[in-house]
């Protein structure tokens, strides 16, 4: 049985929990695989999936929250750890990722080991966010490389995180928050959400890049003009 967060936070040894955020436009096999490693990796008792409900820094997607955060539901199922997160939604304005972390900071404690889960185009990105260095008053942040980008070495990031760099998980959960920690999955999987997106608005087969849970919920739903999807379980067309 999953302990509950009063169990966790009652713990000798401090607990450890990370925020994987995002549009999740839709969830693919690429978000949900990284949450299971880093789980593995970080010994995560607890990966909150964080649909952004008005993401401040790009378009707004053209799926609701409501749907995205179902897509979510459908594509964790019953893996142990992962957790749909309906917080944001229940937020007035733009989804700071601050409030979030601040949120899950107050549920967790102090003493919480709480990471917040980075993609290596969102981190580039960090300077721009709304109140950057505060983020490290709340929690670590995890930088996971994608097969298909490189590192950054713009000057307003390394100000940013600068002395904040550690190398190993063991540096990095020796406090509760405040540091930078790179990692390279072994699986890191190099799926496209655009990609997903423009081969269901035409037709074309997504097997293998959704989970089954999550293809059936957008055809049975029409999402991403999928009125023309093949139904799930017939021959792939693409």
């Not at 713990?11 to 999740?24: C, D, I, K, S, Y």
């Not at 897509?71 to 733009?94: C, K, N, Q, Y």
């Not at 998980?169 to 790179?182: P, Q, T, W």
């Amino acid at each position: 049985m999953a302990m509950s967060v009063t169990e966790m936070s009652e713990r000798e040894q401090p607990v450890r929990v990370a925020m994987l955020g995002g549009t999740f436009d839709p969830v693919h096999l690429g978000h949900l695989r990284a949450a299971v490693e880093l789980g593995e990796l970080l010994a995560l008792e607890r990966i909150h999936l964080i649909p952004s409900h008005l993401p401040p820094h790009r378009e707004a997607p053209g799926v609701d929250s409501e749907d995205r955060l179902a897509m979510v539901s459908a594509g964790i199922g019953e893996t142990p750890g992962l957790m749909a997160d309906d917080r944001e939604m229940r937020r007035d304005g733009p989804s700071w990722s601050l409030q979030t972390l601040q949120s899950l900071r107050h549920e967790y404690g102090e003493q919480a080991r709480l990471i917040m889960v980075l993609g290596l185009d969102a981190f580039r990105l960090l300077p721009e966010w709304h109140r950057p260095q505060d983020l490290f008053d709340q929690a670590h942040i995890v930088v996971i490389g994608r097969p298909d980008h490189h590192w950054s070495n713009e000057a307003s990031l390394k100000a940013l995180i600068s002395s904040r760099e550690v190398d190993d998980i063991e540096s990095l959960m020796a406090h509760s928050r405040g540091s930078v920690l790179y990692l390279e999955l072994p699986t890191a999987m190099a799926i496209s959400a655009t990609e997903i997106r423009r081969r269901l608005a035409i037709g074309a087969s997504v097997r293998y890049l959704l989970p089954e849970g999550v293809e059936r919920y957008i055809r049975e739903h029409g999402l991403y003009g999928c009125d023309i999807c093949p139904a799930y379980g017939s021959a792939p067309n693409g």
